[in-house]
């Protein structure tokens, strides 16, 4: 029996569920519907939870409460793709709860399971149930049950972790997606193998071992795309920072800026509320920002109206980095108003958005989702008090939306979910001569004028939306959906084509990568021009790994 853990018996915790999903990996990432190569959960669950547990091995705290401070900021720094962001809410709400504890009870755990469901559910703006939300909600309210009338940790956890299995197993109902394939939630998968492991350290156990095998069915992973805190709806940008004087709850605060506006982000931590809103009362919402203390920083904008002639002479250019500065204690100072992160990889597309005006690129994409830190450490290089960010993956947009509270620098994500839609994007802003809302809305614009294929190989087998796909078959996608697979790329890139000229585009873009030659490419655009004869068509070196041929038609 166990009624309390102090900081040790936390780090053990942390390090046998670090270990656990690293052995379960690949039996993770084998749980995806959709047979593209990609970041995968179990990738970017492991390697966001191993951040947390290098800090908690190299620091060993004393106390719970300093244990996961150090396990929730290294998880939120290293998070990666959507499901790594959100197991890093799940631990930052969870030390928020055991904040000042030496050790901690059965109530206390159950309590920072809670609030970390909480944090987690209150920053997807449109959370989907039938993924690893609906799994940690539920194992969170077995252990509060469980809690109200019982003191034992390990039992705690068990009646958890049994809640959270029988959640998985329901999530097949629960998303369309895994409904019609017959398959539980990768995410919640990984939610499940963690808090096993938790309870095999407590009762002083082995981690569970991993799978034998890959499952005969396959899962699709948490797809958070719809949320975007980017939509401008209101008529003022509103942004401030409180310094705390005040009890009262900082929900409270979220609750009452949701009826007045969008585009929500409050974050807090022992001494600032740092808030970003798009309302058109920014006077009251200041009113109520004042109860809870006093105001040391406020900025309004006019996105209706154009309210700052930036100058139009270009500042003088730093040499670009194709993988992110050391982040130092100093970021680099201002120079100039607005800055550009771009992510992407591939010799040529890194040079294509250097020559559209990147000043930092990270290097990665699919197969390999940037951390936060990442991310992070590009942004504080950039010279400017502005920075825009460009993800160009879908799977990307939350770590880096998770980079504004971390930096005194504001952080604009312009969500690209493919590389296609950050060349468009970045082509029609102009950071001289328009201001930050334009740009948002000339971004938007453009990217979502941008119609994207892009061509792969099948990492396994799968029988995908009637589709029997084989591994090493092309896979054409078109969008985001499947298009077509075979043997015969160019019978895939006909039928490519007339699906582009249904489009009617004025423009064509054939991105080659480094497993396709120029010759080959030309094949591939002549093809084409074949279906789209009234399209000007374009041949770029990308030099990308993992797509062959990334295209756009816009």
Do not use: W
């Not at 099948?458 to 939306?465: C, I, T, V």
């Not at 084509?497 to 591939?524: K, Q």
Request: hydrophobic residues 45%; negative net charge; glycine residues 8%.
């Amino acid at each position: 029996m166990t009624e309390k853990i102090d900081g040790g018996v936390f780090t053990a915790m942390i390090l046998c569920a670090g270990a656990a999903l690293e052995a379960n990996r690949q039996h993770i990432n084998d749980l995806n519907v959709f047979p593209v190569p990609d970041g995968d959960t179990g990738t970017n669950m492991s390697m966001t939870l191993s951040a947390g547990a290098e800090q908690l091995r190299a620091a060993r705290p004393s106390s719970v409460g300093e244990a996961s401070k150090i396990a929730a900021s290294a998880l939120l720094r290293g998070a990666r793709g959507n499901s790594g962001v959100i197991l890093s809410l799940l631990f930052r709400g969870m030390s928020k709860s055991l904040k000042g504890k030496d050790a901690c009870s059965a109530a206390d755990f159950a309590k920072a399971m809670g609030e970390g469901v909480e944090a987690a559910y209150s920053a997807v703006m449109k959370p989907a149930e039938g993924t690893i939300l609906t799994v940690s909600r539920l194992a969170a309210a077995a252990a509060a049950d469980f809690a109200a009338s019982g003191t034992d940790l390990e039992l705690l956890l068990s009646c958890a972790l049994e809640a959270a299995k029988d959640a998985l197993a329901e999530t097949v109902n629960q998303n369309p997606v895994l409904k019609k394939a017959g398959v539980i939630d990768a995410g919640g998968e990984g939610y499940v193998v963690i808090l096993a492991a938790m309870l095999a350290s407590l009762r002083g156990e082995a981690a569970p071992e991993p799978p034998q095998a890959a499952p005969t069915l396959l899962s699709d992973h948490a797809d958070f795309t719809d949320f975007d805190t980017g939509d401008i709806t209101f008529g003022y940008c509103t942004e401030f920072i409180v310094a705390k004087a005040s009890d009262k709850s900082v929900s409270d605060l979220r609750v009452f800026l949701d009826a007045l506006g969008d585009s929500i982000v409050v974050v807090d931590d022992d001494e600032i509320i740092k808030t970003h809103v798009h309302t058109d009362d920014p006077g009251r919402v200041l009113t109520e920002a004042l109860t809870y203390g006093a105001l040391l920083k406020v900025k309004i904008e006019n996105m209706r109206e154009q309210h700052t002639q930036l100058t139009t002479a270009a500042p003088q250019s730093k040499p670009l980095q194709s993988s992110p500065a050391p982040l130092s204690a100093e970021p680099a100072e201002p120079e100039k108003d607005f800055g550009v992160v771009v992510v992407c990889s591939g010799e040529g597309m890194c040079a294509l958005f250097e020559e559209l005006g990147a000043d930092q690129i990270v290097v990665g994409g699919q197969t390999m989702n940037p951390s936060t830190e990442d991310i992070l450490r590009a942004v504080e290089a950039v010279p400017a008090k502005t920075v825009l960010v460009f993800p160009n993956n879908k799977n990307i947009i939350m770590a880096a939306e998770q980079c504004d509270p971390l930096t005194a620098k504001k952080v604009v994500v312009i969500p690209t979910k493919t590389v296609p839609q950050g060349v468009s994007a970045l082509l029609a802003m102009d950071t001289y001569s328009q201001s930050e809302a334009e740009m948002v809305d000339v971004a938007k614009d453009a990217a979502n004028a941008v119609h994207t294929a892009l061509i792969t190989y099948a990492a396994r087998d799968s029988d995908f939306d009637g589709h029997e796909i084989r591994a090493g078959q092309y896979l054409t996608l078109l969008d985001g959906a499947l298009h077509g697979s075979g043997e015969d790329i160019l019978e895939l890139i006909e039928k490519l084509g007339e699906s582009f000229a249904e489009l009617d585009p004025e423009f064509i873009t054939v991105y080659y990568g480094e497993d396709a030659t120029p010759s080959e490419a030309a094949l591939i655009r002549d093809k084409l021009a074949e279906a789209n004869p009234d399209a000007e068509l374009s041949l770029v070196s990308g030099g990308q790994p993992v797509y062959y041929y990334m295209l756009s038609a816009e």
